[in-house]
């Protein structure tokens, strides 16, 4: 299976503090993207990265990209208690338009 | 917008019903995706179009599962007979520029 794996799987932190979570994949990718979904709702683009980078920001997320670990991590700095959701990685095959998804992060943030 | 759009949002059937559940994607969006997700298997990619046109359908689990898209705006998927195991929450989603809008999902459960 091309499903992602995240870690760690639950994650529980202090408001204001920061949170990172992993993604592995298996296949060459053509790019990364990773989504959040609250409880009992869709999930919500964030960010995508391209396989020929590295890193890349939006906000207070970062995300990096190591394409030879066939890895990423999403970093959410100075964390708040409305960023508590359940992220999701999703890759894109090269050669194909399928969007696999990772077995997620569950976040926490205690105010 | 009112993004991507799914119905019924929830639905409770007896085993063997047939069950249809129902996606408007965005305007303008050319592939749309259907997903299941459940606590054990995750986020599960069921089946895709590209243009109307059915491109990869190797998730869908059985000869129950069936999905259509006979225009641009609407999509099906019925699964008849139903079973308990098909008791899940289905996602519909479409896309534009690589990025997945996702509806907020049909809760089904099969009695």
């Known amino acids: 299976s091309q499903q992602g794996e995240e870690d760690p799987q639950a994650l529980s932190i202090q408001e204001g503090e920061n949170a990172t979570m992993n993604c592995s994949y298996k296949?060459?990718?053509?790019?990364l993207q990773w989504y959040r979904q609250n409880s009992g709702r869709g999930l919500v683009h964030l960010i995508l990265?391209?396989?020929?980078?590295r890193e890349k920001h939006s906000g207070r997320l970062r995300v990096t990209l190591d394409t030879s670990k066939k890895s990423s991590s999403l970093l959410i700095t100075a964390s708040r208690a409305a960023d508590t959701a359940s992220y999701f990685c999703a890759t894109e095959a090269s050669g194909t338009y399928k969007y696999i998804f990772g077995t997620g992060t569950r976040l926490k943030v205690l105010a | 917008d009112a993004g991507v759009i799914q119905s019924p949002r929830h639905e409770v059937t007896e085993m063997g019903q047939e069950v249809t559940l129902r996606c408007k994607p965005i305007?303008?969006?050319?592939?749309l995706f259907w997903y299941r997700q459940t606590m054990m298997r995750g986020l599960e990619l069921l089946i895709y179009?590209?243009?109307?046109?059915?491109?990869?359908d190797s998730g869908m689990p059985e000869d129950r599962f069936s999905a259509k898209m006979p225009n641009a705006s609407f999509s099906t998927l019925k699964i008849q007979p139903s079973e308990p195991r098909d008791s899940a929450v289905y996602f519909c989603?479409?896309?534009?520029?690589?990025?997945?809008?996702f509806g907020s999902g049909t809760q089904l459960s099969v009695l």
């Open positions: 989603a479409s896309s534009v520029e690589e990025k997945l809008f």
């Open positions: 990265i391209r396989s020929n980078e």
């Open positions: 179009f590209n243009n109307n046109v059915p491109i990869d």
């Open positions: 305007s303008g969006h050319n592939s």
């Open positions: 296949t060459s990718i053509n790019n």
